[in-house]
């Protein structure tokens, strides 16, 4: 199986913090598609940001900053200023494109993320 | 706003009690997937369906079944509970699309005493 690992179960910072959450995947696939997933106290999984292995470019939303090194299998996650909402489990994901495996999420054990205020 | 809804959000039942968890989303979307989160596991996927009345196997689909009759509504089955089965149990719809992004319900947390 083609693994997604989030090397760091648990982190804990203080708010306005800088914290960098790591993912790691393997594919034998030549193109794929890559998700972070925030998953809140409440249990819902929100989405985060899907990125094409197509598109190297680093992306920016707010505070949130995702990091795409396909050279190293890499999609980090960084989050500037942590706040105390913040806190929650996060999960990084990928599924390959095309043949039967469509919507097939293949997702990393997830990080417990905590901001301290 | 896409919705997915889960019937329960807590669930005990015994060893042995047949189990219905169902899943309904109001976007018409063709895929539905039910995963199980377990701590250090993270999601994996138990059975996906892209269309009513079609069905694939996840990953862990043993000990499970699942039903799509209408294409809003997703049924997982645990013929014969298990307590290895206890688990937090979430399912997920998308457009059939390759790029959709898969929405998620707020999970059903399930013992299985």
């Known amino acids: 199986a083609q693994k997604v690992t989030q090397a760091q179960t648990e982190i804990s910072v203080v708010e306005k913090e800088d914290v960098t959450l790591d993912c790691v995947y393997e594919t034998r696939d030549t193109t794929y598609y890559l998700f972070w997933y925030k998953q809140p106290p409440s249990g819902e999984l929100v989405f985060l940001i899907r990125?094409?292995?197509?598109?190297?470019q680093n992306e920016i939303s707010g505070r949130y900053s995702w990091n795409f090194q396909k050279s190293t299998s890499s999609f980090n996650f960084t989050i500037t200023a942590s706040q105390v909402v913040d806190s929650a489990v996060y999960f990084c994901a990928r599924r390959p494109t095309g043949g039967t495996s469509y919507g097939k999420l293949t997702f990393g054990q997830g990080t417990i993320l905590t901001v301290h205020p | 706003d896409v919705k997915v809804t889960q019937s329960s959000r807590y669930l005990v039942k015994r060893t042995g009690e047949k189990v219905f968890l169902e899943c309904v989303q109001d976007m018409d979307h063709e895929n539905m997937f039910w995963y199980r989160q377990d701590p250090g596991l993270g999601l994996r996927l138990i059975y996906f369906?892209?269309?009513?009345?079609?069905?694939e196997k996840g990953d862990i689909p043993e000990g499970y079944s699942v039903s799509r009759e209408k294409k809003e509504r997703f049924s997982l089955i645990l013929e014969s509970a298990s307590t290895n089965q206890t688990s937090m149990y979430l399912c997920?719809?998308?457009?059939?699309?390759?790029?959709?992004?898969?929405?998620f319900g707020p999970g059903t947390r399930l013992l299985v005493l």
């Open positions: 997920a719809s998308s457009y059939l699309e390759e790029q959709e992004t898969q929405y």
């Open positions: 369906s892209y269309d009513v009345k079609m069905k």
């Open positions: 990125r094409n292995s197509f598109d190297e």
